[in-house]
């Protein structure tokens, strides 16, 4: 498989659709409940 190709067809649609933003979105929330959680139980 070619790596030049397959980067053009799937980074491309990333930006399109708006994955990266919901991609952080998704990071920000996961750490902050992780944090949440090991907070609670102290």
Do not use: C, D
Not at 10 to 25: D, L, S, W
């Amino acid at each position: 498989m070619n790596r030049k190709t397959n980067v053009r067809q799937h980074g491309h649609t990333y930006h399109e659709e708006g994955i990266g933003t919901m991609t952080i979105m998704l990071a920000i929330i996961t750490v902050a409940i992780i944090f949440y959680s090991i907070y609670s139980t102290l």
